[in-house]
């Protein structure tokens, strides 16, 4: 069965570092999103991704946030200078059309 | 404005018993509704989903029944395991806006043996 697949698992990086969380979704599927979910809260919606632009974006994906598909296969969400409070999990997902998201594992971010 | 809530943030069930977990919403423009399973340090899992115009679903052990008219959602869990045990979710979209999921804040079912 087809699954959406994170890489890193966990990503410990300094405050006002880049990181680039990746993910491969799954392969028939147009639709992309980013998701994260801080320690014991619920899950927070931050970008859908489609056609290769950005369709919906959350107040919390501001300037220091952005996706990109750089190939046919990979969705990256890239933070330019992490903050403490970026510290989460952040889930890929993906859908084949604007229903039911089929979610990756995560990569834990941790920010020190 | 839009939120989706969960009425009970844990459920204690005896392993074999039935499990209804409860969600309220208030966004009555809401098109879709999911509930999804998470285990602990995984994703989330897609159980069930349900249209707008429809007022259940059902899969294999688990029902979702939608009643627009007090914006409840519940899902029921027949004969429930003890790989049942997780954070539940309910999640809701709206077709104009670009897949957006609403994540309500969790019901932890935890089932006894």
């Known amino acids: 069965e087809p699954e959406v697949t994170q890489t890193p698992s966990h990503q410990v990086t300094q405050m006002g570092q880049e990181v680039i969380l990746r993910c491969v979704p799954i392969s028939n599927h147009l639709y992309f999103y980013w998701y994260r979910q801080i320690l014991g809260q619920k899950v927070e919606f931050l970008v859908s991704?489609?056609?290769?632009?950005?369709?919906?974006k959350s107040e919390i994906f501001d300037d220091q946030f952005s996706v990109e598909r750089p190939d046919g296969s990979n969705f990256t969400l890239k933070i330019r200078s992490t903050k403490l409070e970026d510290s989460a999990m952040y889930f890929c997902?993906?859908?084949?059309?604007?229903?039911?998201?089929?979610f990756g594992p995560g990569t834990r971010l941790t920010v020190l | 404005g839009e939120s989706v809530g969960l009425h009970l943030p844990t459920l204690s069930v005896q392993e074999g018993d039935n499990s209804i977990i409860n969600c309220a919403y208030s966004?009555?423009?809401?098109?879709?509704f999911i509930w999804y399973k998470q285990e602990s340090g995984k994703g989330p899992q897609f159980i069930i989903d349900?249209?707008?115009?429809?007022d259940k679903r059902q899969g294999q052990r688990v029902t979702v029944l939608l009643n627009k008219t007090v914006k409840h959602l519940s899902l029921q869990i027949a004969a429930t395991q003890p790989g049942d045990s997780a954070v539940y979710f309910c999640a809701e979209i709206k077709d104009n806006q670009g897949g957006k999921l609403i994540f309500g804040q969790g019901t932890e079912l935890s089932v006894k043996p």
């Open positions: 349900i249209r707008s115009n429809m």
């Open positions: 991704f489609y056609n290769n632009e950005i369709s919906e």
């Open positions: 966004n009555s423009a809401s098109d879709y």
């Open positions: 997902a993906s859908s084949p059309g604007l229903d039911t998201q089929y």
